[in-house]
């Protein structure tokens, strides 16, 4: 079954004895995110330096380790999440070993992949406070180093070797497919000025959720758990991965750019039919109307129009609807592993990144 199937059940928010915790989850993430960096990055590093030039050094550049000119550049500005999700999920039943940092180094590869290629459909100049890649080195090159990224993940898996790695390397196998159908979906929404609040969470099921499903799978089949520990991790990244998104579609509208290192307002303008903005199209109200009528203005959205879009979305309810679903996939994220034993630490680092994920500002 595919991973970008998503059960109706996330509709509803679970029962008020299912919380996440709350306790400085963005001070425990920062400090999962060096701990993730300090184990993974090395690993992530041999495995880039087996790319040639010119094609090396774009992926150098993407993944913050070289400036444009060539030089050092040591400003690796991901949170590392998808790694991050693999080694906590080893941890879950073991300890963490080279095959898991490898799986970690895979996923945190097809990531960059998929970042690689959504900047040039998006036509986005800046990620992470820099320029992107393709707007350094050219769309033409930036493709052709996803590609390159895609087969080293896979790479890096069989050299593995053993039964586990086939698995992992089949679950990464299928995630792409999904990666590849939410990023699809995303594009044909664009056509569109009008959609379900059940083929949105479709589209960003596949484009985010999947991958994080996968990380916490990954995790678990490297470390040799049994099929239904690494069914309910599947789940918990799966949740993980939405709320992320939801947040992250919030963020896109109202966040701040010196934050975010981010253009905040560029999906409006591109009248992108993110989660705040169809659950606020879908309402029965005359601000609901009017942003559904800007929507359809056969002319391109200036930047009156995109504060006036930002406004209407908050208006309609769109924003507080948006943050509550995010909320209730976070919930859900802790719920799938609430009858799966783990040591006490890993289970409240698990909580601390569902509740980053519905409650960030970056």
Request: one cysteine or more; a negative charge.
């Given at each position: 079954?595919?991973?970008?199937?998503?059960?109706?059940?996330?509709?509803?928010?679970?029962?008020?004895?299912?919380?996440?915790?709350?306790?400085?989850?963005?001070?425990?993430?920062?400090?999962?995110?060096?701990?993730?960096?300090?184990?993974?990055?090395?690993?992530?590093?041999?495995?880039?330096?087996?790319?040639?030039?010119?094609?090396?050094?774009?992926?150098?550049?993407?993944?913050?380790?070289?400036?444009?000119?060539?030089?050092?550049?040591?400003?690796?500005?991901?949170?590392?999440?998808?790694?991050?999700?693999?080694?906590?999920?080893?941890?879950?039943?073991?300890?963490?070993?080279?095959?898991?940092?490898?799986?970690?180094?895979?996923?945190?590869?097809?990531?960059?992949?998929?970042?690689?290629?959504?900047?040039?459909?998006?036509?986005?100049?800046?990620r992470?406070?820099?320029?992107?890649?393709?707007?350094?080195f050219?769309?033409?090159?930036?493709?052709?180093?996803?590609?390159?990224?895609?087969?080293?993940?896979?790479?890096?898996?069989?050299r593995?070797?053993?039964?586990?790695?086939?698995?992992?390397?089949?679950?990464?196998?299928?995630?792409?497919?999904?990666?590849?159908?939410?990023?699809?979906?995303?594009?044909?929404?664009?056509?569109?000025?009008?959609?379900?609040?059940?083929?949105?969470?479709?589209?960003?099921a596949?484009?985010?959720?999947?991958?994080?499903?996968?990380?916490?799978?990954?995790?678990?089949?490297?470390?040799?758990?049994?099929?239904?520990?690494?069914?309910?991790l599947?789940?918990?990244?799966?949740?993980?991965?939405?709320?992320?998104?939801?947040?992250?579609?919030?963020?896109?509208i109202?966040?701040?750019?010196?934050?975010?290192?981010?253009?905040?307002?560029?999906?409006?303008?591109?009248?992108?039919?993110?989660?705040?903005?169809v659950?606020?199209?879908?309402?029965?109200?005359?601000?609901?109307?009017?942003?559904?009528?800007?929507?359809r203005?056969?002319?391109?959205?200036?930047?009156?129009?995109?504060?006036?879009?930002?406004?209407?979305?908050?208006?309609?309810?769109?924003?507080?609807?948006?943050?509550?679903?995010?909320?209730?996939?976070?919930?859900?994220?802790?719920?799938?592993?609430?009858?799966?034993?783990?040591?006490?630490?890993?289970?409240?680092?698990?909580?601390?990144?569902?509740?980053?994920?519905?409650?960030?500002?970056?």
């Open positions: 079954m595919s991973t970008v199937q998503v059960q109706n059940s996330v509709v509803d928010a679970p029962s008020s004895d299912i919380r996440v915790a709350r306790s400085n989850s963005v001070g425990s993430i920062t400090e999962l995110s060096q701990w993730t960096r300090d184990k993974v990055l090395p690993v992530l590093r041999e495995s880039v330096g087996t790319l040639r030039p010119p094609v090396l050094d774009a992926a150098e550049y993407q993944f913050g380790w070289r400036d444009a000119d060539g030089s050092e550049f040591h400003a690796y500005g991901g949170k590392l999440l998808r790694p991050m999700l693999v080694l906590l999920a080893a941890h879950v039943v073991s300890e963490i070993d080279d095959a898991v940092l490898r799986g970690a180094a895979a996923v945190e590869t097809v990531h960059n992949f998929s970042l690689l290629h959504d900047d040039v459909m998006d036509n986005d100049r800046l992470r406070g820099r320029p992107t890649t393709w707007a350094i050219g769309e033409a090159t930036a493709i052709l180093v996803g590609d390159a990224l895609l087969a080293l993940a896979f790479q890096t898996l069989f593995i070797g053993g039964s586990r790695a086939l698995a992992a390397a089949t679950m990464l196998e299928e995630t792409t497919q999904d990666l590849v159908l939410g990023q699809a979906l995303d594009i044909d929404f664009e056509k569109r000025d009008f959609v379900g609040i059940e083929r949105c969470e479709e589209m960003i596949g484009k985010t959720g999947s991958l994080l499903a996968c990380a916490a799978g990954i995790g678990g089949i490297l470390s040799g758990a049994d099929t239904r520990v690494v069914s309910g599947r789940s918990f990244g799966m949740h993980l991965g939405i709320a992320f998104q939801i947040t992250d579609d919030l963020i896109g109202y966040g701040q750019e010196s934050v975010t290192g981010k253009p905040v307002g560029s999906d409006i303008r591109r009248r992108k039919l993110s989660v705040p903005v659950g606020a199209m879908h309402r029965e109200c005359p601000e609901a109307k009017a942003l559904r009528d800007l929507y203005a056969p002319r391109p959205l200036s930047d009156d129009d995109v504060a006036n879009a930002t406004c209407l979305i908050e208006q309609a309810g769109g924003r507080e609807w948006a943050a509550q679903r995010a909320a209730s996939h976070a919930s859900l994220a802790v719920a799938a592993l609430a009858d799966t034993p783990m040591p006490h630490a890993v289970r409240a680092k698990l909580h601390a990144l569902a509740d980053f994920a519905s409650s960030r500002d970056c």
